[in-house]
T-cell receptor, first 116, second 115 residues
Framework: AQKITQTQPGMFVQEKEAVTLDCTYD???????LFWYKQPSSGEMIFLIY??????QNATEGRYSLNFQKARKSANLVISASQLGDSAMYFC?????????????FGSGTRLLVRP | NAGVTQTPKFRVLKTGQSMTLLCAQD?????MYWYRQDPGMGLRLIHY???????AKGEVPDGYNVSRLKKQNFLLGLESAAPSQTSVYFC??????????????FGPGTRLTVL
């Protein structure tokens, strides 16, 4: 069964520094997608970045990049130059390619706190 | 575009009461989903729909029913609420042909407390 593991319940980072949030996944499918969502204290779910299993390049989106290591089944989120507004919960999620319903499996999340 | 909206935003129920959560999307998306979020557990899929008139069970469907009579609406029903259903409920939608980055679009959530 597919599974997403986020082993860091909470993280601290100093403002302007970079931080890496860990995500490992388990799937037997060759085609899948990996997502990161941000959930600020207001509660909404904000899509950040996507990595397809066949993408050769690591995904980047502004200050967000995804460190995709397929052999290790990891998809870590890197946030560069942290800002106070980055303080939030971060969820890693996966979609299996053969599932035409595009269901997502979420990890338990990492709470990031950016210190001034 | 309003995107994905959820009604109500907050609700308090007594054990045994029933209620319906409404999700509406104006993006003409084919697929819709209901998740629940409990502390420390991330989001778990309750039910989903891949088109008008269709529904299917997700990971945690017990105690819930859903209906998708119109493409833009997806209703989540609790027939007899239990304290274990205290949670934040999120609705999401997506279009299967929206492109390479096929993220789901989420509503703002409904915070439900069952006493």
């Amino acid at each position: 069964a597919q599974k997403i593991t986020q082993t860091q319940p909470g993280m601290f980072v100093q403002e302007k520094e970079a931080v890496t949030l860990d995500c490992t996944y388990d799937t037997s499918d060759q085609s899948y997608g990996l997502f990161w969502y941000k959930q600020p204290s207001s509660g909404e779910m904000i899509f950040l970045i996507y990595q397809g299993s066949y993408d050769e390049q690591n995904a980047t989106e502004g200050r967000y990049s995804l460190n995709f290591q397929k052999a290790r089944k990891s998809a870590n989120l890197v946030i560069s130059a942290s800002q106070l507004g980055d303080s939030a919960m971060y969820f890693c999620a996966m979609r299996e390619g053969r599932d035409s319903s595009y269901k997502l499996i979420f990890g338990s999340g990492t709470r990031l706190l950016v210190r001034p | 575009n309003a995107g994905v909206t959820q009604t109500p935003k907050f609700r308090v129920l007594k054990t045994g009461q029933s209620m319906t959560l409404l999700c509406a999307q104006d993006m003409n998306h084919e697929y819709m989903y209901w998740y629940r979020q409990d502390p420390g557990m991330g989001l778990r899929l309750i039910h989903y729909s891949v088109g008008e008139g269709t529904t299917a069970k997700g990971e945690v469907p017990d105690g819930y029913n859903v209906s998708r009579l119109k493409k833009q609406n997806f209703l989540l029903g609790l027939e007899s609420a239990a304290p274990s259903q205290t949670s934040v409920y999120f609705c999401a939608s997506k279009d299967p042909g929206q492109g390479i980055i096929d993220e789901q679009f989420f509503g703002p959530g409904t915070r439900l407390t069952v006493l």
